[in-house]
């Protein structure tokens, strides 16, 4: 049955590539995903790709959605971007009250948000008042609602925990409640529309708070699946998957420039020189092994979360290693096949490469898969506490 519905969102992603393909140079001149990109991709349910199948969405396995995405990047980077911003998140439902939960998935509601700086919420009568500003909220635009972390405040003072930090609590509200200010001007992921997100003394009721916490714990009933038992993990994994996509689209296309290619200065077609030749084999064994490596991970993650186990330490190590990999493979591969299409990579007006080429080194400046977190993996590695503070959730 598995593969069966893995093949039918596949057949579906191809059956949406040519409007894809269509809008994705609006998507990077506008600086954000086309609306009826959006719409198509939300009626074919690949938003809720993760959500339980009792409460309407498709209720992929990990791996087959993880695929999904990777080959919805291949086609647009900005779509499979905004796409698992929305999707592999999902997760975080699992730490709402139960009613809040049903309420937006039977709204079929479409979740961006930003994680730094916190928010503030001051306690009021019936829930919370929310002020803050976010950068970075991939997806804004068509967003329904924004969920944040935000620091609970009582009489303008944080609210401290046993543990001595103050409580963070999560809340989520709708989109139209906040406003978007045009601020995304970046080098690659134009399309992508990460634009910055103000609330301005926003109401939030409690039932549209949560206490941020492991998302196994105490989770809601609506989300009966074993997705949370993978924690927030997914959400690193989906940054570093798009740069999979690219770096796939990035060789492909580089195949048919250099098989077409008339070079200046040169007797001899690029495809038979053997640099050429050795760019085109090491960016190909660059991202098989990254992929291998993800993948592999995913899988192992997967049938523990399937056993109805939440996932340990070991396996949200070699995730998190996998996307931080991933994210650092698909550039160098990227690079590789840069070199092998000389001139042309710099040519905006012929070929999506130097789009590819801006867009995978954007993404591995992105927190959540930086070089920087193989650091944080090798402190756990040592038996050390590690430093990033997504790792236990």
């Known amino acids: 049955m598995t593969q069966v519905i893995s093949r039918s969102v596949l057949e579906t992603v191809a059956q949406l590539e040519p409007l894809i393909r269509q809008h994705a140079a609006e998507a990077e001149a506008n600086r954000g995903l086309h609306p009826q990109v959006h719409h198509a991709m939300l009626e074919a349910g690949l938003f809720h790709m993760f959500v339980p199948r009792s409460q309407g969405g498709l209720e992929l396995d990990v791996v087959s ?15 499979g971007w905004n796409l698992q911003i929305a999707a592999a998140p999902i997760g975080m439902a699992a730490i709402f009250p139960d009613a809040t939960a049903r309420e937006l998935f039977a709204q079929r509601a479409v979740v961006a948000g930003g994680f730094f700086p916190p928010g503030a919420l001051q306690a009021v009568e019936g829930g919370f008042r929310l002020n803050g500003r976010w950068a970075f909220v991939s997806g804004c635009q ?15 003072a ?7 930090h103050p409580v963070i609590r999560v809340c989520i509200y709708p989109a ?10 970046p080098l690659g992921m134009r399309g992508t529309g ?8 926003i109401f939030i009721p409690t039932e549209r708070t949560a206490f941020l916490r492991p998302l196994h714990i105490d989770r809601c009933e609506a ?16 940054n570093a998957v798009v740069g999979l996509g690219i770096a796939r689209a990035a060789i492909d296309e580089s195949l048919e420039i250099i098989r077409t290619k008339t070079p200046a200065h040169f007797q001899t077609q690029p495809g038979q020189r053997s640099t050429v030749q050795a760019h085109l084999g090491r960016a190909e064994a660059t991202l098989s092994a990254a992929r291998a490596y993800f993948y592999d991970s995913l899988r192992k993650a997967w049938t523990i979360a399937e056993s109805g186990q939440s996932i340990g330490i070991e396996e949200r190590k070699h995730l998190q290693l996998a996307a931080s990999y991933a994210a650092e493979s698909a550039a160098q591969a990227v690079d590789y096949v840069h070199a092998a299409v000389g001139s042309t990579g710099v040519l905006e007006s012929q070929h999506a490469f130097a789009r590819h080429f801006r867009d995978v080194h954007t993404i591995t400046q992105h927190a959540l898969c930086s070089p920087t977190r193989f650091e944080s993996m090798g402190q756990i590695m040592l038996g050390m506490e590690t430093d990033w503070a997504f790792f236990h959730i």
């Open 142 to 156: 068509n967003a329904t609602h924004f969920v944040n972390p935000c620091i609970e405040l009582k009489d303008g």
């Open 65 to 79: 959605g993880f695929e999904a995405l990777e080959e919805v990047s291949r086609i647009d980077s900005a779509a």
């Open 158 to 164: 944080p609210v401290m925990g046993p543990d001595g």
């Open 194 to 201: 990460s634009h910055d997100v103000v609330a301005d003394n």
């Open 223 to 238: 989300f009966d699946g074993p997705f949370p038992n993978l924690g927030i993990t997914p959400t690193l994994l989906g």
């Open 176 to 185: 139209r409640e906040a406003t978007v200010i045009d601020t995304w001007q």
